[in-house]
Structure formats: C-alpha cells, structure tokens
C-alpha cells in the first residue's frame, strides 16, 4: 500500500514551458486536492476533485489546470510555466464526505521556473 | 478573513525535553482542527484531528488541546526525540463538512531537537 505517490520529485522549468505532475493514490478515496507551498506561507489549495471525472477550483487556480479521468490519478498541469510558480506541490487524497475528512499527503514535487 | 497563527515560528530544544507549540484561530464556521508534522523534503502527516466537542486528544507523545471559546489550541510534546525534529502545521477545517469544507493551513512551528 504506497498511499499518495507524486512524479516527478523535481522538475526544472524555463518560462513558457509546459509540464504534468501525476498523482496516484491506491486507497480508493473519492476526493483528490492539488496543493502549493511556499516559504512563509502555508499550504495553498490549486484546484480539487471529488470524483472520477470532476474538478473545482481552489484558492489559487489561475495558470493552472487538472483532469481526474481515472479515480486513482489526478493530474495538475502548467500549461506556459512562469516564475511564480516556482514551489513544491503536493498532492493529496481523502475518503471524503465526513466531518473528519482526513487527508493523506505526498511526498511533493519541488518545481524550479527559470 | 479566515486565519490561522501558529507560534513560535521556531523553536530549538535539547533531547528528552517537552515543549508546547500554540495555534490561534480566527475560523467561521469552524468544523474541525488538526496538527500536522512535516518531515524536511515529506508531505505533511496527521497527528490529530478534534472537532468542537473536543478539548484534548493524544497520539503517543503528542497531545493537542482545543479551546473553542477562546479559539486557541496547543500542541504539546513530552519527551522529545531527535525524530521530531520537524515542522508542525496547525490547520482549521472550515464549513459543515464534505466537499465544501475548506482547509486553512497556519504557516507551521519549525521545531528542532538537539542532543
């Protein structure tokens, strides 16, 4: 049972490259959140899914984009990477539904835009 | 606006010592609060999570605190060890659960255990 695995772990960027970060998870949680953290700050929520086929955006979307097409993976795009969005990125996932509703974290992608 | 401050922002403590780390909140409508470690280069982990009728919950070491009236919880650990070194994030579910709860992230205590 791997929980939340992240790919890649790093990535440098030029600006105005593209790229995908996969998430997976194998818990079979229905809802799935894209996360940035940056120093003194903390964490920021992209955009979410709570299903297989669905997505929502978060606090801070723009210049981003996700597709869920399978219930296991959500995928986080940057389409013309810019500076700003230099970061590390977390993908989470959780059952969903309850008050409780706790989220396992992964390991996080560290991105570098140049 | 929804809030959350942790305090210190930094703390240093010799093994074998205890420490409590603060968090205050300024969250509406609160649904829940939890305490996160975060391991240098890891994702974050829970610890605990306590919802408004709760005021203590324990996870081995580590005990949390809730005050909801004066919207204030701690989390304290007894005995450190050299492994908890780390940063420990306070976060406040807002809303009445679901999907629309949103998860406001306090910026984290970092603590380091020095033998």
């Known amino acids: 049972n791997a929980g939340v695995t992240q790919t890649p772990k790093f990535r440098v960027l030029k600006t105005g490259q593209s790229m995908t970060l996969l998430c997976a998870q194998d818990m079979n949680h229905e809802y799935m959140y894209w996360y940035r953290q940056d120093p003194g700050m903390g964490l920021r929520l992209i955009h979410y899914?709570?299903?297989?086929?669905?997505?929502a955006k978060g606090e801070v979307p723009d210049g981003y984009n996700v597709s869920r097409l399978k219930k296991q993976n959500f995928l986080l795009g940057l389409e013309s990477a810019a500076p700003s969005q230099t970061s590390v990125y977390f993908c989470?996932?959780?059952?969903?539904?309850?008050?409780?509703?706790?989220?396992?974290f992964g390991p996080g992608t560290r991105l570098t835009v140049l | 606006k929804n809030q959350v401050e942790q305090s210190p922002q930094s703390l240093i403590i010799l093994e074998g010592k205890n420490c409590t780390l603060q968090?205050?909140?300024?969250?509406?409508?609160?649904?829940?609060l939890r305490w996160y470690k975060q391991d240098t280069g890891r994702g974050p982990v829970s610890l605990t999570i306590?919802?408004?009728?709760?005021n203590t919950k324990s996870n081995g070491r580590y005990t949390a605190t809730l005050d909801a009236d004066t919207k204030q919880s701690s989390l304290h650990i007894t005995a450190s060890q050299l492994s908890d070194s780390a940063s420990y994030i306070c976060v406040v579910s807002a809303g009445y659960g679901g999907a629309t709860n949103k998860l406001i992230f306090g910026t984290g205590t970092l603590l380091a255990v020095q033998p």
């Open positions: 968090c205050n909140y300024t969250v509406s409508p609160f649904s829940n």
């Open positions: 306590m919802t408004f009728s709760e």
């Open positions: 989470a996932s959780s059952a969903g539904g309850s008050n409780y509703n706790e989220q396992f």
């Open positions: 899914s709570v299903g297989e086929g669905t997505t």
